[in-house]
């Protein structure tokens, strides 16, 4: 089993805060995905959440993001179109991670958000919102140290 499969987090990603937004237009989704993902002891997260896609589009303008999670069904602009909007922008956010969290849709949806260029697909039915944020804090955090191995070489 090698370390990563073991769960080990490099140094340097524990060193530093891991800045994420959170994108759903529900803010008790918000509020309990954002106090579970900072019970993970071992990861240093700080989550801006936000109602809405044109509102996350607005805060990458002008903020630094380690990786963005949305939910898939919302108003106006759902989490495909969002992710379709970040993949096609010629600013840095454009290769941010980015992670689909929904309980809406299923196969269909998770195979055209990966097709779109979503990293990770992860849902939020079957399990207890704990086990599914710990399953979110993982692949944020492996998507983030996979993003900052490829820009500063090996450990």
């Given at each position: 089993?090698?370390?990563?499969?073991?769960?080990?987090?490099?140094?340097?990603?524990?060193?530093?805060?891991?800045?994420?937004?959170?994108?759903?237009?529900?803010?008790?989704?918000?509020?309990?995905?954002?106090?579970?993902?900072?019970?993970?002891?071992?990861?240093?997260?700080?989550?801006?959440?936000?109602?809405?896609?044109?509102?996350?589009?607005?805060?990458?303008?002008?903020?630094?993001?380690?990786?963005?999670?949305?939910?898939?069904?919302?108003?106006?602009?759902?989490?495909i179109e969002l992710?379709?909007?970040?993949?096609?922008?010629?600013?840095?956010?454009?290769?941010?991670?980015?992670?689909l969290f929904t309980?809406?849709?299923?196969?269909?949806?998770?195979?055209?958000?990966?097709?779109?260029?979503?990293?990770?697909?992860?849902?939020?039915?079957?399990?207890?919102?704990?086990?599914?944020?710990?399953?979110?804090?993982?692949?944020?955090?492996?998507?983030?140290?996979?993003?900052?191995?490829?820009?500063?070489?090996?450990?």
């Open positions: 089993m090698t370390r990563e499969e073991e769960g080990y987090v490099s140094p340097r990603v524990m060193s530093r805060m891991i800045r994420v937004l959170h994108v759903d237009d529900e803010p008790a989704d918000l509020e309990i995905t954002r106090i579970l993902l900072k019970r993970e002891s071992k990861w240093d997260f700080e989550i801006i959440g936000v109602q809405s896609a044109k509102e996350a589009l607005k805060r990458l303008e002008t903020e630094h993001f380690d990786a963005i999670i949305a939910d898939y069904k919302m108003p106006g602009m759902d989490g992710l379709e909007a970040v993949r096609r922008s010629d600013k840095g956010y454009a290769r941010i991670p980015f992670i309980g809406k849709g299923g196969p269909e949806v998770a195979e055209r958000a990966l097709e779109k260029g979503a990293n990770r697909y992860i849902t939020k039915g079957g399990n207890t919102a704990a086990k599914q944020c710990h399953a979110l804090a993982k692949a944020v955090v492996e998507l983030v140290r996979g993003e900052q191995d490829q820009g500063q070489g090996q450990e």
